[in-house]
């Protein structure tokens, strides 16, 4: 082409194997596209620029290249058939089509129905049409038989009728016919008229009296309904489907055994504190080289379980203490074993007393569950006697929540203030409190209706309300509160959540309590028996072995502060003491993690009990003290005392009534609470024997035991926990090693090997990871598209501005071409005038 | 000569009251040391007014450091006083001039009462140990000893030594904090932890930890937020219904 259209990009250098696209530019062309496309789009917007309305066009396929004119019709006229169809156009006379039968159309007979429709006609018209069709149609050789027969007659008279006569007579015969079935029938639609006002005016009669024979006349009508119904039913009703089948009970046995399996795992796990998600981020780390890829990962708790099973351990630290754990744990689990079977048959028996009973049958389920608990609690015992009283004793309960259920009403709506809920459950028996509380959460269980879970939210609360209270009564009602548990652990089951709010709630409000306390007086008391009672349900409804609990972690706090910061002035306070020394030693029975302050509480208490003198080799802490007005607290030294003393459970109530006791009984119980002592240090030495420094933890009790307490003088019963106390603490090998601490990962050293790079393309520099790259690659891509839109944008500006210049142009053009002629022609008038002014003058 | 309780009113207040307005305090001297002398709380409270005069009036504390080793007793961890003992022995203990057997002898004799102290304490003396061990790296053994003897029967560290020359702190181990790894309070597990792993070179700033008392120990448990609650799986069978439940031994529900 012209040489002088085409623009040339030099190169300076030429390099071998790269593709050049723009060497060779032809700006002309490219203009004139340029411009070609924008007076396509943008001149086109700009002349719509300020107009609102819009053309469109809906014609099918007008836009579409793709689609041949001729199929394009096609598709039109079928479209326009389609959307005509079934349109009923009364002035469209041709394409009227009707569907006839014998010659009437079809709409007409369907008019006509009722009337043609009377059973006896048809068969009456089928003769006839017959004898006509006969007539008609095949007809031929009838009428030539009759003719001939008639023939034959008319040759003997004379042919008296001709055919048109013959032919006459039949229609004659016909249109009789006809009429005396329309007699007929008017006859018959006249009788049934009669019959149906005669029976409108019985009809009135029977609806009273006797609806039963009418519902016989009616059956005609709600019969095939009926029918339909059930044909309906049948359609849509749910099929039995196969089911799993019923599981024996060994298998029941084995999964319950296995989902305890799995709890007591997740304790495990959550005791030693490892974080689940931190694991399995770290486990993708650890590859490696030998490993297969294959998903395959030993997993270490499993190992762990299996080992615990076979009686061997091979863990770190745990491992000696949890030795003797096991079998206990396996003794514990075949226990939990024969429980279940016991629940199995103490369902079936309750499902036999089901069927005597018609109200129980709600109930039945959290009835069994109570039942096989209380047989569980039975068999515990290791004493069959007792067993075979307690058994006794659940039967006389049986019968008693028998008698309380039958009293008491079905339904009961949560109650929304406490105040409501104790009025509900005071004045009760134990058995009706927790129906009515069994009932409660069943009429409002959260499947039934929306607002229900907050109810028994609440619910959970108000019951431990309910549980403070009576135990801050003055005979404080401890066995009330023991089934009341039962209810308390069932909710805390549905509702962690809540019930561990509530719950830190109670602790908060005791431990602000105690807090203020020390503020004021600038020392504590211990708390009252509601409080000791809070702690204990706490274990029972929360695990205490793990690492970190909601709730179990600042109950723990909360209880060393009772024994660190409370003082001991009363035996009271012992025993309270006490009481939560027994509570650190459960809390940490399964994860055996180490209680300073119980110790230090056991060596004060076993202080107390020391005649007065100086302590030596050992030193007591806060809050007991060496010298003071306290000591001596639990020292007896009444001879008589000593010798009738027998080891007697503490009954709880001691802590809020001891006045009403003689000196004797006083002295007893100091006796008591220091065979508990000695109990409780025989346990605990049991617990930390693996701790490494376990004899120095030991030291001060260990001296007091051995140097100063007045053995000689105790009763007999009272030197054997002694002496087992000491035994345990004895006989612990001493055993130390060095500490080494774990080795540090050898941190890689730098090195000089040099740093390979993936080269895409050449004379780009590639650096950094893919992510990198790939953003790298985007900014680029960003910024030439950025400057190319500024470029389009820039000449759409110019081509609009160089439309606008010309449209002025053009519109200045013109007012000047008009102006002009308007001149042009003003002069021609003037000088037309002029002439004709001067042409009169010459004139 | 005076009674306790005006003792350590006198003593509390002296070091930021009476000292900087003194002409001399160095009159003082004999005050403080008989004070130091007497043991107990009053000692720990004489200490700050003693810390002055041997810092800014050039006192001359023969044993001072025995004195201060002597007492530490059980009691250390309970006391009102505690963050201004534990302010106080962190700045004796700072100089990297100390030999290692004291510093040794002090890490021990602190660890070993550790184990009657209650969680607040030993969450700030943990950090403090762990702070010893990084001024005086030669202190170290006490946590790593590759190469020692394999099987001891007995503690090497004697507790009733009263100079911390003699005490062979240097040939034990922190057993103490070994134990502590078994603290009930995870907080307190986590921090003995540490010393398993080798230590990070900056300090723990303790100032903080200094005044941590049990309350706010609680409250900081109580408000923490946690979506789910682990459950006791063991059904309940009444209050004192647990397997081998120890309350069923000793006490009743009368």
Redesign the interface.
């Known amino acids: 082409s012209n040489p002088f259209e085409v623009k040339v990009n030099k190169q300076k250098f030429n390099i071998l194997g790269r593709k050049t696209k723009n060497d060779v530019g032809l700006p002309g062309v490219s203009r004139s596209k340029a411009i070609k496309k924008r007076t396509q789009t943008l001149l086109k917007e700009y002349k719509e620029k300020e107009k609102s309305n819009v053309f469109k066009d809906k014609r099918f396929g007008e836009y579409n290249t793709k689609i041949s004119p001729e199929e394009k019709m096609i598709k039109r006229f079928t479209l326009e058939r389609q959307q005509n169809f079934g349109k009923n156009n009364i002035y469209n006379l041709n394409e009227d089509e009707e569907l006839t039968h014998y010659g009437q159309s079809l709409a007409e007979i369907e008019k006509l129905n009722d009337i043609v429709d009377s059973d006896s006609d048809t068969e009456e018209r089928g003769t006839l049409s017959a004898e006509l069709t006969a007539a008609h149609f095949g007809g031929g050789g009838g009428l030539l038989r009759k003719k001939g027969s008639s023939g034959q007659e008319g040759e003997a008279e004379e042919k008296p009728k001709s055919r048109k006569e013959l032919i006459e007579e039949l229609i004659a015969k016909s249109k009789q016919e006809k009429q005396e079935r329309q007699t007929q029938r008017e006859s018959a639609l006249e009788l049934t008229e009669k019959l149906d006002n005669d029976w409108k005016e019985i009809q009135t009669l029977m609806v009273r009296k006797t609806p039963k024979s009418e519902k016989k006349d009616k059956e005609e009508k709600p019969k095939p309904d009926e029918y339909d119904m059930i044909v309906r039913e049948l359609g849509f009703e749910m099929k039995a489907k196969p089911s799993d089948r019923m599981k024996t009970e060994e298998e029941l046995a084995k999964e319950e055994q296995a989902r305890?399996q799995k709890?007591e795992a997740?304790?495990l796990r959550?005791m030693r504190?490892i974080d689940e998600k931190e694991e399995a981020k770290k486990k993708p780390k650890h590859i490696s080289a030998d490993d297969l890829a294959d998903g395959f990962i030993l997993d270490k708790d499993d190992r762990r379980m299996l080992s615990y099973k076979d009686g061997k351990i091979n863990t770190e630290n745990e491992e000696e203490e949890e030795g003797g754990n096991e079998e206990?744990n396996e003794n514990?689990e075949e226990?939990e074993e024969e429980d279940n079977e016991h629940e199995e048959g103490s369902e079936e028996e309750s499902a036999a007393e089901d069927e005597e009973g018609v109200d129980e049958d709600n109930h039945s389920d959290l009835e069994s569950d109570l039942e096989s608990?209380?047989e569980?609690?039975g068999n515990?015992e290791p004493n069959q006697e007792s067993n075979e009283n307690k058994s006794q004793n659940m039967e006389e309960q049986d019968l008693k929540m028998e008698a309380a259920r039958s009293e008491l009403p079905y339904t009961f709506a949560v109650p929304e203030s406490y105040e409501k809920f104790k009025s509900l459950l005071t004045g009760r028996t134990i058995e009706q409190q927790l129906i009515i509380l069994e009932r409660i959460q069943k009429c409002n269980h959260p499947s039934l209706a929306v607002g229900n879970k907050e109810k028994l939210e609440k619910l959970f609360g108000f019951l431990l309300e309910y549980i403070g209270e009576l135990a801050t009564l003055d005979l404080p009602e401890?066995?009330t509160?023991?089934?009341l548990?039962?209810p308390?652990?069932n909710l805390?089951?549905m509702f962690?959540?809540s019930?561990?709010d509530s719950m830190?709630f109670v602790?908060?409000d005791a431990?602000h309590d105690m807090?203020e306390m020390i503020e004021v007086k600038g020392r504590a008391t211990f708390p009252g028996l509601d409080t000791l009672?809070y702690l204990?349900?706490t274990?029972?409804?929360?695990?205490t072995s793990?690492?970190?609990?909601?709730?179990v972690?600042?109950t723990?706090?909360?209880m060393?502060?009772l024994l660190?910061?409370c003082r001991i002035t009363t035996l009271q306070d012992v025993v309270k003491g006490?009481?939560i020394c027994?509570l650190f030693?459960?809390?940490?029975?399964l994860?055996?993690?180490?209680?300073?302050?119980l110790?230090?509480f056991l060596l004060g208490i076993l202080h107390i009990s020391l005649p007065k003198k100086q302590a030596q080799g050992y030193?007591v802490?806060?809050p007991f003290t060496p010298v003071g007005k306290n000591l001596e607290l639990l020292l007896v030294s009444d001879k008589k005392d000593l010798e009738t003393w027998q080891k007697q459970?503490?009954?709880?109530?001691i802590v809020t009534r001891l006045k009403e006791m003689s000196r004797t009984e006083l002295n007893h119980i100091r006796l008591?609470c220091l065979a508990?002592c000695f109990?409780?240090t025989k346990?605990c030495a049991a617990l930390y024997e693996s701790?490494?420094?376990?004899?120095?933890?030991m030291h001060p009790v260990r001296i007091l035991l051995t140097q100063h307490l007045p053995v000689s003088e105790y009763p007999e019963q009272m030197r054997e926990w002694y002496n087992s106390a000491l035994r345990e603490l004895e006989n612990k090998a001493?055993?130390?090693?060095?500490?080494?601490?774990?080795k540090?990962k050898p941190e890689p050293l730098k090195q000089y090997t040099p740093k390979i790079v993936k080269v895409l393309e050449f004379g780009r520099k590639l650096g950094g990871s893919k992510k990198e790259q790939e953003r790298k690659r985007l900014i680029h891509k960003h910024k030439r598209e950025f400057k190319g839109a500024i470029r389009e944008i820039r000449k759409d500006n110019q081509f609009l501005a160089r439309l606008q210049l010309e449209e002025i142009m053009e519109r200045d053009a013109a007012r000047k071409r008009k102006v002009k002629e308007l001149l042009g022609s003003l002069a021609t008038q003037e000088g037309e005038w002029k002439a004709m002014k001067r042409k009169k003058r010459k004139n | 000569q005076l009674p306790t309780g005006l003792y350590k009113k006198v003593l509390v207040i002296l070091h930021d009251s009476i000292l900087p307005y003194m002409n001399e305090p160095t009159l003082m001297i004999d005050f403080l040391t008989v004070a130091y002398g007497i043991g107990g709380a009053i000692s720990l409270l004489a200490l700050n007014g003693l810390f002055i005069l041997i810092h800014q009036h050039n006192l001359e504390y023969p044993d001072f450091y025995k004195k201060l080793y002597s007492l530490l007793d059980p009691s250390i961890y309970h006391v009102k006083y505690r963050a201004r003992f534990f302010h106080l022995a962190d700045l004796f203990l700072s100089s990297s001039h100390l030999p290692a057997y004291l510093v040794a002898a002090f890490i021990k004799r602190l660890s070993r009462l550790a184990l009657t102290a209650p969680p607040e304490a030993l969450l700030m003396v943990i950090p403090f140990i762990c702070n010893l061990f990084r001024r005086h790296p030669a202190c170290k053994v006490l946590v790593h000893r590759p190469n020692g003897p394999e099987d001891l029967s007995e503690d090497p560290y004697i507790m009733e030594e009263k100079e911390p020359s003699e005490s062979r702190a240097l040939e034990s181990s922190l057993w103490e904090l070994q134990s502590l790894q078994n603290h009930y309070h995870p907080d307190v597990a986590q921090a003995a932890a540490v010393l398993n792993q080798s230590l990070s070179e900056i300090e723990d700033n303790i100032s903080s930890l200094l005044e941590l008392s049990a309350c706010e120990l609680f409250d900081r448990e109580i408000k923490k937020k946690n979506a789910d609650v682990p459950l006791e799986f063991e059904p309940v069978r009444g209050l004192f219904g647990k397997k081998n439940d120890i309350f069923t031994e000793h006490f009743t529900l009368d």
């Open positions: 305890l709890l997740d304790r959550r504190g206990s514990e226990g608990e209380e569980g609690t515990k401890l066995k509160i023991d089934r548990v039962l308390l652990y805390c089951q962690p959540v019930a561990s830190k602790l908060r431990a807090e009672i204990k349900i274990s029972l409804l929360f695990p793990d690492f970190w609990h909601p709730v972690t600042p723990f706090v909360y060393s502060q660190t910061k006490l009481f027994c030693l459960e809390y940490v029975s994860s055996r993690r180490f209680v300073p302050e110790i230090n030193t802490v806060h459970n503490l009954p709880l109530s008591s508990l109990d409780l346990k701790l490494p420094s376990f004899h120095e933890i001493k055993h130390y090693t060095p500490l080494v601490c774990e540090k």
